[in-house]
């Protein structure tokens, strides 16, 4: 028997592991031959602290010291800039002041990427403090943190059966029984499915496809320092990859939870709405992939103990923000599990319990 099962090896339930395992005992189940394998190997993760809504941006800035210290940090500098169309002036002022960031000219514009589009890039604004973070060295190290301090990491094993009987949880996971007191839900696009299997009321989280490409460097540029790319509406962004280019439709297509791929179309259409704000055509994908962005229905994560049960919790609905949030979401589904204050404001706590859905 252990103190603690965390249903879930994608960066919620990896850093829950590595946070609780410093006070608990911790056998972690993921369903998969490898952690973070379905979202969290599969995004293309920035850290920009004003990226969400108030809840998550108060969970950035609580993760971003651990982010730029711990471990060395896993952050690199990158820069983000918005692109609107001339039609879009509007729409894209709006978005530039939510995002903090200040409208540059379109000449300074392309001498970050000088592949914009001389008419159809009308307008261009740009923040500085954007930051690429390196999400596999980020799951490696709280991996290592929670095996250090002794958690039990089991993979290739799906979760087939939950049962509670008295005080304690029983999981069928695989071939084995693991039991607890405490049940950690953070499966992912899977976190309702794992509830119902545990007789708790799902919240009814909706999984939402996106698509990404690798291209080939634009007209062979060195693209190592150019900024991650939004266009207005989201209808678009790429960033460096390595030495290539990625671009994603940015499209949230509901879904079932499921092993996702790209949907050719969709990538067609994003990639014609991206060819349309640059000089360079798209002549070559060297691949592409999807993954599953899950959110609660008012979009702010999911932390804390169910209202029927105060010995389930949910850590959920990351939906885009997992790895930036995941420092503070995880100190935070720690001190609720442990009994301890949290250090985020009490109202953030409240707007982040699934208690919130209950009345």
Same mark, same amino acid.
């Not at 410093?22 to 379905?38: C, D, F, N, R």
């Not at 850290?47 to 809840?55: E, I, K, M, P, Q």
């Not at 995941?326 to 442990?338: C, H, N």
């Given at each position: 028997?252990?103190?603690?099962?965390?249903?879930?090896?994608?960066?919620?339930?990896?850093?829950?592991?590595?946070?609780?395992?410093?006070?608990?005992?911790?056998?972690?189940?993921?369903?998969?031959p490898q952690?973070?394998?379905?979202?969290?190997?599969?995004?293309?993760?920035?850290?920009?602290?004003?990226?969400?809504?108030?809840?998550?941006?108060?969970?950035?800035?609580?993760?971003?010291?651990?982010?730029?210290?711990?471990?060395?940090?896993?952050?690199?500098?990158?820069?983000?800039?918005?692109?609107?169309?001339?039609?879009?002036?509007?729409?894209?002022?709006?978005?530039?002041?939510?995002?903090?960031?200040?409208?540059?000219?379109?000449?300074?514009?392309?001498?970050?990427?000088?592949?914009?589009? /001389?008419?159809?890039?009308?307008?261009?604004?740009?923040?500085?403090?954007?930051?690429?973070?390196?999400?596999?060295?980020?799951?490696?190290?709280?991996?290592?943190?929670?095996?250090?301090?002794?958690?039990?990491?089991?993979?290739?094993?799906?979760?087939?059966?939950?049962?509670?009987?008295?005080?304690?949880?029983?999981?069928?996971?695989?071939?084995?029984?693991?039991?607890?007191?405490?049940?950690?839900?953070?499966?992912?696009?899977?976190?309702?499915?794992?509830?119902?299997?545990?007789?708790?009321?799902?919240?009814?989280?909706?999984?939402?496809?996106?698509?990404?490409?690798?291209?080939?460097?634009?007209?062979?540029?060195?693209?190592?320092?150019?900024?991650?790319?939004?266009?207005?509406?989201?209808?678009?962004?790429?960033?460096?990859?390595?030495?290539?280019?990625?671009?994603?439709?940015?499209?949230?297509?509901?879904?079932?939870?499921?092993?996702?791929?790209?949907?050719?179309?969709?990538?067609?259409?994003?990639?014609?709405?991206?060819?349309?704000?640059?000089?360079? /055509?798209?002549?070559?994908?060297?691949?592409?992939?999807?993954?599953?962005?899950?959110?609660?229905?008012?979009?702010?994560?999911?932390?804390?103990?169910?209202?029927?049960? /105060?010995?389930?919790?949910?850590?959920?609905?990351?939906?885009?923000?997992?790895?930036?949030?995941?420092?503070?979401?995880?100190?935070?589904?720690?001190?609720?599990?442990?009994?301890?204050?949290?250090?985020?404001?009490?109202e953030t706590?409240r707007a982040?319990?699934?208690?919130?859905?209950?009345?």
């Amino acid at each position: 028997m252990t103190d603690i099962i965390i249903i879930g090896g994608g960066i919620a339930g990896v850093s829950a592991a590595a946070t609780l395992s410093h006070h608990a005992s911790v056998t972690l189940l993921e369903a998969e031959p490898q952690l973070g394998y379905h979202a969290s190997g599969r995004s293309a993760a920035m850290f920009l602290a004003d990226y969400g809504n108030a809840v998550v941006k108060e969970l950035n800035y609580a993760s971003r010291d651990h982010h730029q210290k711990a471990n060395g940090g896993v952050l690199s500098k990158r820069g983000t800039m918005l692109i609107g169309r001339p039609s879009e002036r509007d729409d894209f002022a709006n978005e530039f002041a939510a995002f903090g960031m200040a409208e540059i000219s379109m000449k300074e514009a392309r001498a970050h990427v000088p592949i914009l589009h /001389p008419e159809n890039a009308a307008f261009a604004a740009y923040r500085e403090d954007a930051f690429d973070l390196d999400a596999d060295r980020l799951l490696q190290n709280y991996t290592a943190e929670a095996r250090r301090n002794g958690a039990n990491i089991v993979t290739g094993s799906p979760v087939r059966k939950i049962t509670k009987s008295g005080e304690k949880w029983d999981v069928l996971a695989g071939d084995s029984t693991y039991a607890a007191p405490v049940l950690v839900n953070a499966a992912g696009a899977w976190v309702d499915e794992i509830a119902k299997l545990a007789q708790i009321h799902p919240l009814g989280f909706q999984p939402y496809r996106r698509s990404i490409a690798r291209l080939p460097a634009p007209g062979g540029h060195d693209v190592s320092t150019w900024p991650f790319i939004d266009g207005v509406h989201e209808r678009w962004y790429a960033k460096p990859d390595a030495g290539h280019w990625i671009v994603s439709p940015s499209e949230e297509h509901a879904v079932d939870p499921h092993d996702a791929w790209a949907d050719d179309m969709v990538l067609a259409e994003g990639l014609e709405r991206y060819s349309e704000m640059v000089t360079e /055509p798209v002549t070559r994908l060297q691949t592409s992939w999807a993954g599953l962005r899950t959110f609660a229905p008012d979009r702010a994560l999911v932390i804390g103990r169910d209202a029927s049960d /105060p010995s389930f919790y949910w850590l959920a609905g990351q939906g885009g923000y997992g790895f930036q949030t995941a420092p503070a979401a995880s100190q935070l589904i720690a001190d609720l599990v442990l009994g301890r204050t949290s250090e985020l404001q009490a109202e953030t706590v409240r707007a982040l319990s699934p208690i919130r859905f209950s009345t």
